[in-house]
């Protein structure tokens, strides 16, 4: 069978596909969005988010205070072990990991992605000291590189083509159900089991619950010989001024967004003495709305520019955090919750998307490597500098009003952005 014949077959199967699988049309990769594949597809970057992200980055700072109050550290001490890892990790592996996507494609590297955040938990479930802190909080951080947004951005981006943004939505629920669903899980196994072994639960089942998704996962086919045209379409896309400020806006929002997710715990049960239980449920309504975030910005990503988003994502993270820093009633935090989650759902999944529609496809994963990479030491730095200013002091509001400038900074870089391809 010739590749034309096999294309009007893929059409045909495609014409009578279930209506309950991912909608769109054929893909630039020559896969049909609609059918089994296509949904596995998503099924698999759906599970691998809600385990990378959910759990193992979102899911962690939930345990800080324990930490705090049983070794004596700081809260400089506890959020500086995403910050150097992700200072390590990120510079080190990031730039090889976008172009290790693009020459053999994401699903080794999410299979190995898998394992480091696994193991990651296990271990950190085991630390007494800050060494050891310090050397699992890298091995989270390999984990989130190697499986984490990158490969499933790639991967999704390739599969589908006019339903990239709802596919992308439907993935990235994976991170809201999961970062929605741990505190409360959390809260739950440390009950029972006490801190520790909750984390060394969450690892093993990470392990157990993504790993075989990402074995069986099918990578959409790749045309041969393209290697050194993408080498030198990737190169050019690094020389142009929208690069720089997809990059610088990416990694502005990022810093907001972690800044404040990654201290949030720590700001509402050891400033506002909120009982463990109801921090909870702030955790948890800020991750759930993150839910509603991706469904509808997936949604209107198909519909809009994509650069109108972004900036609308941007300012929803801006407008949120005074309601957390001034707010004094609860009524006040939950709004923070709503309006936060909702620019947080959005957030990460619309940078891919901006930059495939800026850059194309077949360079995505060189391009990300390099913008992940530098939204991991904002990440990395941000929670870090908020626990700094507290210790320094004595108060959350500076950095928050730093977070605040960052967000609209961010904002301002994609208002230069262009909405669409630029011709050649």
């Known amino acids: 069978m010739n590749e034309t014949d096999r294309h009007v077959t893929q059409q045909d199967r495609a014409q009578q596909a279930p209506s309950i699988a991912v909608p769109g049309a054929l893909s630039q990769s020559g896969h049909s ?18 385990c990378i992200i959910g759990i193992a980055l979102w899911g962690l700072p939930f345990y800080y205070d324990f930490m705090v109050q049983q070794f004596a550290w700081t809260r400089a001490q506890v959020t500086s072990g995403n910050a150097l890892s992700k ?30 955040a696994g193991i990651a938990l296990i271990g950190l479930g085991s630390v007494s000291t800050l060494g050891m802190f310090y050397f699992f909080y890298v091995f989270n951080a390999l984990g989130y590189v ?48 006490g801190w520790q072994a909750a984390l060394k639960i969450l690892g093993l089942l990470i392990i157990a619950v993504a790993l075989p998704m990402a074995y069986f996962v099918r990578e959409p086919r790749r045309e041969p010989g393209s290697g050194s045209a993408n080498s030198a379409q990737a190169k050019a896309a690094f020389k142009t001024l929208p690069f720089y400020l997809l990059a610088i806006g990416s990694m502005c929002s990022v810093a907001a967004v972690a ?20 921090a909870a449920r702030v955790l948890s309504l800020v991750l759930t709305f993150s839910i509603v975030g991706r469904l509808v910005m997936g949604w209107l990503a198909d519909r809009i520019a994509k650069k109108y988003i972004m900036f609308l ?22 709004i923070f919750a709503v309006i936060f989650g909702i620019g947080l759902g959005g957030d990460y999944m619309i940078v891919p998307l901006m930059t495939a529609e800026i850059f194309g496809v077949q360079v995505l994963g060189r391009l990300m490597g390099v913008i992940l990479t530098a939204d991991g030491v904002a990440e990395a730095l941000s929670p870090w500098f908020l626990g700094h200013m507290r210790y320094a002091t004595g108060s959350y509001s500076l950095g928050f009003l730093t977070l605040i400038g960052m967000a609209l900074l961010g904002a301002g870089a994609v208002a230069a952005l262009p909405k669409r391809r630029q011709p050649a």
């Open 146 to 193: 190697c499986g984490g947004p990158l490969p499933n951005q790639v991967l999704l981006t390739r599969w589908f083509d006019k339903s990239r943004g709802k596919a992308m939505g439907i993935a990235y629920l994976g991170i809201g159900l999961g970062g929605a669903a741990v505190p409360l899980v959390s809260h739950a196994l440390v009950q029972h089991f």
């Open 313 to 334: 994502i941007y300012l929803l993270v801006a407008a949120a955090i005074p309601l957390l820093l001034f707010g004094e009633s609860r009524q006040a935090v939950y």
């Open 87 to 116: 200072l390590v990790v990120g510079p080190a592996f990031g730039f090889l990991a976008g172009w290790m996507v693009d020459r053999f494609g994401p699903r080794r590297l999410m299979m190995s992605g898998i394992l480091m």
């Open 33 to 50: 969005e609609i059918g089994r594949e296509g949904v596995q597809v998503t099924a698999t970057a759906f599970v691998v988010l809600f």
């Open 259 to 278: 800044g404040t997710q990654q201290s949030l715990k720590l700001f509402l049960s050891l400033d506002r003495h909120y009982a463990q239980g109801e």
